[in-house]
């Protein structure tokens, strides 16, 4: 284990330890609509020895990760694709974008209805599901782990067995499909930036990853610029969403798979994790995201606002629809501020307190600029964490 992932795995010991001593002095009296209880991970830390943090906390790379040249890529891509045409019978969902060079915030949904009362389901309430996110045309086939290095690629109509390495600024990844076996399906490079992943299906092969088996990373950002990741059908890998900057929206989490990684512990799930340290803006907005993963078989959160590589700040959540976890949300813990938590359906399909313990811990109140407002569980009660 490398020096940076144990000191890491001792902070989150520690935080992990407040936590549990806030939850046990405040059940009593815990406000949340059935988030109560105490939370005891039963593993050290989250990450594999792949999972080192990297600059601009996104929570990716470190120890066993490939580095430059060494991943076993194919040669490198030849010019940027034009954008196809959606395919006959899959036209773009209400509010999707139809060109490589949209904005995530243009097709951002509004504020879901189901706020003001019971919400049965995704589906039924306008959050995504596996028809409104993934590709809309017919693809080709390719195969490889790929790296790009052409500044301004764009990647479109792909049905890709293998994984993409990024080492160049805005590249679009649009109407693909990728299925990895890599420690990622889409992975930006330090030191780039630009990087849009939209309209597609990432997923990994359970059991085929070189993580001991699992798969790490769907969509990765290990530098310190802002990317965009919308309307993409996301499943299997351990950390599905990782980074600590950007725009993530419209997006569909499912099916993550458990694994034991290369140190011998259960890989700790997220459906989208943040490692703190952020120099910009993140902003998670009008998502489903799930987390199935038992909380003995290494559960950790739907969203995972931890702060292992520094101070969680600036990050947006906002109309999400959550479920699962040890807990759904971290909200970043002591130290935590700009964290605005608004209008999210926390809800009871895997568990009756949304996640295993509870809607909600780590929550900072007193941060800066930290809000909480409009949360309510699935059934319509409103969600307050615990003080």
Same mark, same amino acid.
């Given at each position: 284990m490398s020096r940076s992932n144990r000191s890491r795995r001792e902070r989150r #010991?520690?935080?992990?330890?407040?936590?549990?001593?806030?939850?046990? %002095? *405040?059940?009593?009296?815990?406000?949340?609509?059935?988030?109560?209880?105490?939370?005891? #991970?039963?593993?050290?830390?989250?990450?594999?020895?792949?999972?080192?943090?990297?600059a601009g906390g996104s929570g990716s790379? *470190?120890?066993?990760?490939?580095?430059?040249?060494?991943?076993?890529?194919?040669?490198?891509i030849g010019s940027a694709t034009s954008t196809p045409s959606p395919a006959p019978g899959h036209s773009a969902s209400a509010g999707q974008s139809t060109a490589a060079g949209?904005?995530?915030?243009?097709?951002?949904?509004?504020? @879901?209805?189901?706020?003001k009362g019971p919400c049965p389901s995704p589906a039924a309430c306008g959050f995504p599901d596996a028809g409104s996110t993934g590709p809309r045309v017919a693809l080709s086939t390719h195969s490889g782990n790929l790296e790009l290095h052409t500044d301004g690629q764009v990647i479109s109509g792909w049905d890709l067995t293998g994984s993409l390495d990024i080492y160049a600024n805005n590249v679009t990844v649009? =109407?693909?499909?990728?299925?990895?076996?890599?420690?990622?399906? %889409?992975?930006? #490079?330090?030191?780039?930036? *630009?990087?849009? %992943?939209?309209?597609?299906?990432?997923?990994?092969?359970? *059991?085929?990853? @070189? =993580?001991?088996g699992g798969e790490d990373y769907a969509v990765s950002n290990m530098g310190?610029?802002?990317?965009?990741?919308?309307?993409?059908?996301?499943a299997v890998f351990g950390n599905a969403i990782s980074m600590g900057q950007g725009d993530i929206h419209d997006n569909y989490v499912h099916d993550i798979a458990p694994f034991v990684n290369q140190s011998g512990e259960w890989q700790h799930a997220d459906a989208l994790i943040s490692d703190g340290g952020n120099s910009g803006m993140l902003t998670i907005r009008h998502n489903t995201l799930l987390n199935p993963v038992d909380i003995n078989h290494g559960a950790s959160a739907s969203i995972g606002l931890y702060a292992d590589t520094g101070s969680v700040a600036n990050s947006v959540v906002d109309g999400n629809w959550l479920a699962g976890g040890a807990y759904a949300l971290y909200g970043g813990g002591a130290g935590a501020n700009g964290i605005k938590v608004t209008n999210n359906v926390f809800s009871k399909q895997y568990h009756?307190?949304?996640?295993?313990?509870?809607?909600?811990?780590?929550?900072?109140?007193?941060?800066?600029?930290?809000?909480?407002?409009n949360n309510r569980m699935s059934d319509g009660t409103p969600v307050k964490p615990a003080s």
């Open positions: #010991r520690t935080a992990l330890l407040a936590v549990l001593v806030s939850a046990l %002095v *405040g059940l009593v009296g815990l406000t949340a609509s059935g988030c109560g209880g105490a939370h005891n #991970r039963t593993t050290a830390g989250r990450g594999s020895s792949a999972a080192a943090s990297s790379g *470190g120890a066993g990760v490939p580095s430059a040249g060494a991943s076993g890529a194919s040669p490198e949209s904005s995530g915030a243009a097709g951002s949904s509004q504020t @879901p209805s189901a706020l649009i =109407d693909s499909r990728i299925t990895s076996s890599n420690w990622w399906g %889409v992975n930006l #490079r330090a030191g780039y930036s *630009g990087l849009r %992943v939209l309209h597609s299906t990432v997923t990994g092969v359970p *059991g085929k990853g @070189p =993580d001991n310190g610029s802002p990317v965009e990741v919308g309307w993409n059908n996301i009756p307190n949304c996640g295993v313990y509870g809607a909600v811990a780590a929550w900072n109140a007193g941060g800066a600029g930290n809000i909480w407002s």
